[in-house]
């Protein structure tokens, strides 16, 4: 009998051409849908779009209900690392324990197989390190590895990512040929929970406490204005700081508990290093001594030479060959070996 693989299902051109190259493979092939949100954010729209393009697949479709797992652990995060003066990223979080493991469990419970997504990865076991490992997907422009760090050894066997091997533009291709009538459907950018991208927005209406007041300090300590709450500003933000110093000001410094922040010049946000914690790594067991590497800050910056060494409690520092502009705590900090995904972690704290 065929295997059976659930479809981790939006209703757009990636997840659907994922689903038509596993019934081409021969695959017996279920759509599953998350709902991740009730009222004005239910993302309806979302759902009836996936059953739509299953029933055009003809495939079974299910809606798993996650709400209250996302509201806590993604939703309520979000707003926590905002408030504590560090800059989330929401993706990384529900990836690691929404999609990949409360949907995972979900799919499985309902007799899957495998689990498979729409990302633009590969996932293949390496003989020679024991281990299944990560690599970035073909085409360097849609790669999404840098959000899929947290993918753990127990996971990784009973996943697919059937686009790994394709570009956007082939995938395109593949949904003209499956009939489907949303080949020109555009990718959403926006963060799913926010659907106008105004997230200053929606961290005052979700947490007023955002709005705050505070001092706005120079490098020298110095007072040089009054910012708007801390949660409204990320390292390295130049617009919005409302200072006539007679020179571009960028934020380097927020301080949660004294409610202020610093700004300094260009080459204040640059620093050689940073420390990493809530570490994952794939394709390595454990991490005992320097080994090189590339490293990605934030998901769109070209990878930066640098030097891993084990740090104190789990830690891995980061020692960059030249110094890198506006590292920035909460942020998913990732290491590759080539197209090779050694691991991941979460910035702590930039080494200055």
Not at 20 to 25: I, K, P, V
Not at 197 to 225: C, H, M, T, W
Request: with cysteine.
């Amino acid at each position: 009998m065929s295997k059976t693989v659930f479809v981790a299902m939006s209703g757009g051109v990636d997840s659907s051409a994922a689903a038509f190259l596993l019934l081409e493979d021969g695959y017996n092939v279920c759509g599953i849908t998350m709902k991740l949100m009730s009222g004005e954010l239910s993302g309806s729209s979302a759902v009836e779009d996936a059953r739509r393009a299953a029933g055009l697949l003809g495939i079974p479709h299910y809606v798993c209900d996650l709400q209250s797992v996302f509201q806590e652990n993604v939703i309520d995060y979000f707003c926590r690392e905002y408030l504590a003066g560090r800059t989330p990223n929401p993706c990384v979080v529900c990836n690691r324990k929404i999609k990949f493991r409360a949907l995972f469990d979900c799919a499985r419970k309902l007799g899957a197989d495998y689990m498979a997504t729409g990302h633009y990865v590969r996932v293949n076991y390496d003989c020679m390190r024991r281990r299944w490992v990560l690599k970035k997907g073909i085409d360097s422009q849609k790669d999404q590895s840098y959000v899929l760090y947290t993918l753990q050894q127990d996971t990784l066997p009973y996943l697919k990512f059937p686009l790994g091997e394709y570009r956007k533009d082939e995938v395109r291709s593949i949904i003209k040929r499956a009939g489907l009538p949303f080949a020109g459907k555009k990718d959403s950018q926006e963060i799913c929970f926010i659907p106008d991208n105004d997230y200053r927005r929606f961290l005052l209406k979700s947490v007023p406490q955002a709005a705050e007041p505070g001092i706005i300090y120079d490098i020298q300590g110095k007072p040089v204005g009054e910012h708007r709450g801390v949660a409204n500003y990320t390292i390295g933000q130049r617009r919005g700081l409302g200072l006539a110093l007679g020179s571009p000001a960028y934020v380097v410094e927020i301080d949660p508990v004294g409610n202020t922040l610093v700004v300094g010049n260009r080459e204040d946000l640059m620093v050689p290093g940073l420390t990493a914690r809530d570490v994952n790594l794939i394709a390595l067991e454990s991490l005992l001594e320097p080994y090189p590497a590339q490293v990605k800050i934030r998901y769109a910056s070209s990878p930066a030479e640098a030097v891993l060494s084990p740090g104190e409690e789990g830690e891995i520092i980061v020692r960059f060959s030249q110094p890198q502009k506006a590292v920035t705590p909460g942020q998913a900090v990732v290491f590759y070996e080539d197209d090779l995904v050694l691991g991941g972690g979460i910035i702590h704290r930039p080494i200055r």
